[in-house]
């Protein structure tokens, strides 16, 4: 799923969940959605980025990559091959009014995934956001809501492989500390395809959400095919929010 048939442009994502959070917010569709697809090299950076945290020229990124300030939360990131990324359009008028609810609820899809899906445990930092292992971030959270509609999302470092080199050039989402980590440094041989179902079912279950069929992308330029939209139902605020993974580890 790495190769450049299965990567959307980031810009032309980002117009995508511009469409589709204004056609929520304006009541044109009644379903969240998710938008699931791996990107380019990108160098994204957030509302609050400064340049103290990005180590190249922001008028001349590294070569194959592109630069994008955006309007979600957060520091500077790099998404690249091999790193899943979720889009969740939701309203979150459906489920709580509550920012730092919804980036927890992220965080716990990411948990429940690693957990569930291969056995690790991921965890939060104090005052931090994202997922760890250890020390390490394997998933990003950064949002952007709008009349209660989200967008942006949360990205989980699978198997980026020599593009995992692109952190070098920046501090990942601020943080000096401590460093990143992909899921192949404990599964070298892990699918990426089957990692982000993995990751997808963990995010239904932790808003106890049922996954519908995938719609046709008729919105976005760049290779098609290699962007999902999946239609969410269920999204009821009397649902029962499971807290912690449950089932057997499934491994790579």
Known sequence: MADSASLTDYHDALMLQRKLQREKIDG????????????PPTYTLGTGSTKLHVKFDED?????SSLYRTERGGEVTFHAPGQVVIYPILSLKNYRKDLHWY??????????????????QGERKQGLRGVWIG?????????????WVSMHGIA??????EHASGFDKI???GIEEFGVVELAEYFPDVDIRQAAQVFVDAFAQAFALEIAEQEKVISIRSNPAACQILKLFGNLMSRNY???????????
């Open 28 to 39: 044109y569709v009644e379903n969240d959605a998710l938008i699931v697809l791996q990107h």
């Open 60 to 64: 001349s990124p590294p070569e194959g």
């Open 103 to 120: 980036i927890s609820k992220l965080e716990e899809a990411v948990i429940l995934g690693l957990n569930d899906g291969f056995g690790l």
């Open 135 to 147: 020390d390490s971030k394997i998933a990003a959270v950064g949002i952007k809501v709008s009349r």
């Open 156 to 161: 989980v470092n699978i198997k980026m492989q």
């Open 171 to 173: 501090t990942p989402c």
């Open 242 to 252: 499971p807290s912690k993974a449950t089932g057997q580890a499934r491994r790579f």
